[in-house]
């Protein structure tokens, strides 16, 4: 889990340039109008806490999900499925994203979301522009989930891969940690920083994808040894000649003290 | 999911960038009919729907400020609009200066300026603003001059990209130093006072969790004790030591290293790893180390911004040229008060004796001013109710009151200190140099504390690699190698000044120290002035004797060095009539340069330079006749009487007492001395000769464009050759200001330190050239500190760091230890730099 936790929070500081590239807008929406510093620090405290209030709720309902596939999965006979599927989700995700950029055609580039979303979501913002410092601030936050983002919701599926909630909720917490510091030091312009990768910046982001689906998939096997070890237990009821007898001494040093 | 494998065969689409987020579109998803309608293209689908919100809802102003932004390099966050008045006319007009080419200029006051660091940063400016050609920050005031093209950028853009930087702004002409520095100071006491006040409180549970560790503690008091340790740690890095993460996270935006990034990333550190042990109810709190790190981090900077405040006052002028306390009348009352608290308007009382504390116009009394350092002029003038006094200058005689018509940097001193205070802050290649290092130290500390971090983390667990990365990185802190080299340059320049040496550029140390015995250098001395007194002493006396009486008389009133001389000729020789039974001159006449004619007892008389006389009379005194052709390298003065030649005078301009022995100290010193003279050449040879100085290094009979077409050639002798030898001038700053100004290092002697400051690097305010002697072995021994200050610091760096990796040094040593650096370097310094003298002193 911690070795999740961490490759997830590296993958998205590496990736936040593209976060604030485009939610830039909508933070500078809700931290910029007014000045002051001390001003300033609880408008940014009411937006990245909001969108963590969303990241958390969507990081849950993915847990949830993950779990009652794995329970699917378990009731059908199978090994919990969740973990490797959300890995091989990762892992196919970044291989699109890296056949795009190398101009190979895949069915689905000219997918657009469905409008509602995008009503739903100036429904939203025109909602906060009416509102002022803090609720604003938390407004915009909290419809920061609501954009329809591959790269958040590549983490969703990977949140959605622990099989549970609250490790689920741990993997979106660490995701919107990575995405703090470009976020809040919006005076780098998001230019520059993607100077530093320049226009490999698709590459690296569609790599680090494939890092993140390869952690999972890895930390499926180690789940897997726990899996193995539940397996043993439950052969072990089947078979009790197999499991020595508390009681009795073992073979071997029966015969020394039989020698004794 | 099935993947279509035929490549694109257009031509290979030149790169898009998103419209919404501006980062490069992948390829496949570029929209090749928007691209030739040149409409909008997107990343992912996020992007559009992003686009089409903000299209939505109007606030397409954002892509138009996106731009305008990514073009200035920042993007505004709220302060631009603090600082708009900037912009307003009124206010450009009355602190926006222009220069001849066209750019604009204003000195801001800056909050928050405490060490070496600062001006790095600061001085970074224009890399970080377009438009922005020069930005000079001193640490004395406190303020910054920035020189910046009103076309490309805007006023109210540099000030809030000052404040972004952690330097609030304001017109200096509205704040003093002094409110500024006291408001700085207030804020660092505060934050001290708060960071102890937490660190003792966290200390005290520290105890007591230590003790519960070996006396037996129930688990849900400790459990409370550890949560309240966090809290109270949390406050600490919260409120006082915030410091750190503010100047760290504006040193990141504004793309640069800084001094706080170490420090910042140690607390954050310590912090991060406090807080899951107490999370997950394990092993160390840290917090306690971590408040008491914050309070002596906040101790030891404000000890060093006071040891620096104390070093730059050093330099200041101020401290040496104008009074620190002044009498200032309030009322009835005649109060002291500190000169920076003079404002335009005060009346002040100066006493006898005092040094004016600011330009001013006597409103009562009367008495003399010697401003002998402003214009040269030694003997003191007169000054009377409504004639002008200034700053610098000294009141001799008797009490005046002076109402001040400009105070600090506005005197004519204060514009003579400025040259001085800019001077400091040109960049030597010995600064340069520092500040390279200094700008990679930065990042090797990253590095070297990431892989101390992981070596720790994998053979001794995260409690010794955090432990060791916080001390290393707090140990780090370059501080004192910023600090080293300007340090030792600011106290040597203000060292010199105080003992009489003002010097423009701190340069001059780094050309002059570079000559030795193997590296000569050329020095070529002015003769009248400079290695003379310019007061001639009659040596000889050929004619009627009874001449003297009336020469003494027809000069009495010049104030010329050869009337003076034979004046006193007069006086001192036994069969002359004393000064009160001589006869006074009538028509006297001068011809300025020749002589003069007058007439006494009814005779007429000519004296003069021989040839001029000889060009007016008909008959000459036989006895002299064998001697008109035989001046042998004298001044010589010819008496007429009545159209006849009657007399000849010879006078010798003296030499400066030991003009010799220090000419000869220089040469040993690797100086190869050279006399230009404006004198006959025969003149300069024999003063030179006497000197020691060779015939062929003589150069006489040259006018001050003579002069200067000498130093021309000189510098020009090889452009190829950089090892051409330094070329040194020494002259009187007024007449020989060209020369001064040509030469690689013009260093005036007399004339008045203002018009001197202009041409030369340096003015010594003594006659003569005894101070010479000191310059060199000022220069040397300040190179010499420099050089140890810059390898004390890096030693101790390198040797504190080494220890730190290995564990010898704890976070809490580390915050100690950090402060001691800066001030043995600051104690170097001075120590190196104060044993100077100004005095000669030949010996050593």
């Known amino acids: ?260 | 999911m099935s993947v279509a494998t035929d490549k694109t065969t257009t031509a290979a689409a030149e790169l898009h960038a998103c419209d919404h987020c501006g980062l490069p579109v992948p390829a496949d998803l570029v929209d090749s009919a928007a691209s030739e309608a040149a409409s909008e293209q997107f990343c992912c689908a996020g992007c559009r729907t992003a686009y089409e919100v903000i299209h939505g809802c109007g606030l397409e102003e954002y892509y138009r400020l996106r731009e305008h932004t990514a073009e200035a390099g920042q993007k505004a966050t709220g302060v631009g609009d603090r600082y708009a008045a900037f912009d307003a006319q009124p206010f450009i007009d009355r602190h926006v200066s222009q220069t001849a080419g066209g750019y604009s200029v204003i000195d801001l006051r800056l909050e928050g300026v405490h060490c070496a660091a600062c001006v790095w940063l600061v001085e970074r400016l224009p890399t970080l603003l377009r438009g922005v050609a020069d930005a000079r920050l001193s640490l004395t005031t406190c303020s910054v001059r920035v020189v910046w093209d009103a076309g490309t950028t805007t006023l109210s853009q540099i000030a809030a990209a000052l404040d972004r930087l952690g330097y609030a702004p304001h017109p200096a002409r509205d704040t003093s130093a002094r409110d500024a520095r006291l408001a700085t100071e207030r804020r660092q006491l505060t934050r001290m006072a708060v960071a102890g006040a937490l660190a003792g409180n966290n200390m005290l549970i520290a105890i007591a969790l230590y003790a519960g560790a070996f006396e037996g503690i129930a688990a849900g008091h400790a459990t409370l004790f550890r949560w309240v340790s966090m809290a109270l740690g949390i406050a600490s890095l919260a409120w006082p030591g915030a410091t750190f993460f503010r100047g760290a996270v504006a040193a990141v935006r504004s793309g640069v290293s800084s001094l706080d990034q170490p420090i910042a990333l140690a607390l954050g550190v310590g912090a991060a790893a406090g807080t899951a042990n107490v999370l997950l109810n394990r092993g160390d709190v840290y917090f306690d180390s971590l408040s008491v790190l914050v309070f002596l981090l906040l101790v030891g900077r404000y000890l060093q911004a006071r040891q620096q405040r104390w070093a730059s006052d050093a330099v200041g002028m101020a401290v040496s040229l104008t009074p620190e306390t002044c009498r200032v009348v309030r009322g009835e009352q005649v109060s002291i008060e500190p000169v920076e608290a003079l404002a335009v308007g005060d009346v002040v009382e100066v006493r006898s004796g005092d040094t004016f504390p600011g330009d001013g116009t006597v409103v009562r009394g009367s008495s003399s001013q010697d401003a002998s350092l402003l214009t040269g002029e030694s003997v003191p003038a007169p000054v009377g109710v409504g004639d002008s006094v200034y700053s610098g200058a000294v009141n001799i005689g008797g009490v005046l009151r002076v109402a001040v018509t400009a105070v600090g940097e506005h005197t004519r001193v204060g514009r003579l200190q400025r040259l001085v205070v800019e001077g400091l802050s040109t960049r030597t290649p010995l600064v340069q140099f520092a500040d390279r290092i200094g700008r990679w130290f930065v990042m090797v500390v990253a590095i070297a504390a990431t892989i101390n971090a992981a070596a720790w983390w994998l053979t001794a667990g995260v409690s010794a690699a955090v432990d060791t990365t916080v001390a290393l990185l707090i140990v780090a802190c370059p501080c004192a190698l910023g600090l080293a080299t300007p340090l030792t340059m600011g106290l040597a320049i203000g060292r010199a000044s105080r003992g009489g040496v003002l010097i423009k550029s701190a340069d001059l140390f780094e050309r002059l120290a570079c000559v030795d015995k193997s590296n000569p250098g050329r020095l070529l001395l002015d003769k009248t002035g400079t290695l003379t007194r310019g007061e001639f002493e009659v040596v000889e006396w050929l004619g009627d004797a009874d001449l003297i009486t009336v020469v003494a008389a027809a000069e009495a009133g010049s104030n010329h060095p050869i009337a003076k001389a034979l004046v006193r000729y007069a006086n001192d020789s036994r069969n002359s009539t004393p000064a009160d039974e001589r006869e006074w001159p009538v028509d006297l006449e001068e011809e300025h340069g020749f002589g003069l004619r007058c007439t006494i007892a009814g005779k007429r008389f000519l004296v003069g330079s021989t040839d001029w006389v000889r060009g007016q009379v008909k008959e000459y005194d036989p006895a002299l006749q064998p001697e008109l052709h035989r001046q042998g390298g004298l001044t010589e003065v010819a008496v007429a009487c009545d159209g006849r030649l009657a007399a000849l005078a010879r006078l010798r301009d003296q030499p400066h007492g030991d003009a010799g022995g220090v000419i000869e100290w220089l040469r040993s010193a690797g100086w190869r001395p050279e006399v230009l003279s404006g004198d006959h050449p025969e003149t300069a040879v024999r003063l030179a000769s006497d000197l020691g100085i060779a015939t062929d290094q003589t150069h006489g009979g040259l006018s001050p464009e003579g002069k200067l077409a000498f130093v021309n050639a000189s510098v020009s002798d090889d452009p190829h050759n950089k090892k051409r030898p330094a070329v040194v001038m020494v002259g009187d700053g007024v007449n020989d200001a060209a020369a001064l100004a040509a030469a690689d290092i013009g260093i005036a002697v007399s004339g008045g330190a203002e018009a001197a400051m202009a041409a030369a690097d340096a003015y010594l305010s003594s006659p003569g050239i005894e101070q010479l002697v000191a310059l060199v072995k000022l220069a040397k021994r300040t190179l010499r500190t420099a050089r140890r200050n810059f390898a004390l610091s890096l030693a101790y760096n390198v040797v504190a760091g080494g220890l730190a990796a290995a564990g010898c040094v704890t976070p809490l040593v580390a915050a100690v230890l950090m402060p001691l650096s800066s001030a043995t370097v600051l104690a170097s310094a001075v120590s190196g730099v104060s044993a100077w003298r100004p005095e000669r002193n030949l010996q050593d």
């Open chain 1, 1 to 260: 889990m911690t070795a999740m936790v961490f490759t997830v929070m590296s993958a998205s500081l590496l990736g936040s340039v593209h976060c604030a590239g485009m939610c830039g807008p909508f933070c500078g929406v809700a931290v910029g109008a007014t000045g002051g510093s001390r001003g300033g620090v609880r408008l940014h405290a009411a937006y990245h806490l909001g969108r963590l209030a969303t990241y958390l709720v969507m990081g849950a309902a993915a847990g949830a999900v993950g779990s009652l596939l794995n329970l699917a999965s378990t009731l059908a006979g199978l090994q919990p499925i969740a973990l490797a599927a959300a890995g091989g989700l990762m892992v196919l995700f970044g291989l699109v994203e890296l056949a795009r950029v190398k101009r190979v055609k895949i069915p689905g580039a000219r997918l657009r979301p469905p409008a509602a979303i995008t009503r739903l979501l100036q429904a939203g913002q025109r909602y906060a522009s009416r509102q002022h410092g803090v609720p604003r601030a938390l407004t915009v936050g909290l419809l920061t989930t609501l954009l329809p983002c591959g790269w958040l919701y590549a983490f969703v599926v990977t949140a959605a891969g622990t099989g549970g909630p609250l490790p689920a909720m741990l993997v979106m917490t660490a995701f919107w940690l990575g995405t703090l510091p470009v976020l809040l030091t919006l005076g780098v312009s998001v230019r520059r920083l993607a100077g530093a990768f320049g226009q490999k910046l698709p590459v690296v982001t569609a790599l680090a994808l494939i890092a993140v689906g390869l952690v999972t998939l890895s930390g499926r096997s180690s789940l897997s040894a726990s899996t193995l070890t539940t397996a043993v237990v439950a052969d072990a009821a089947d078979s009790p000649e197999s499991v020595p007898d508390a009681s009795e001494l073992p073979a071997c040093c029966r015969q020394r003290l039989e020698a004794d």
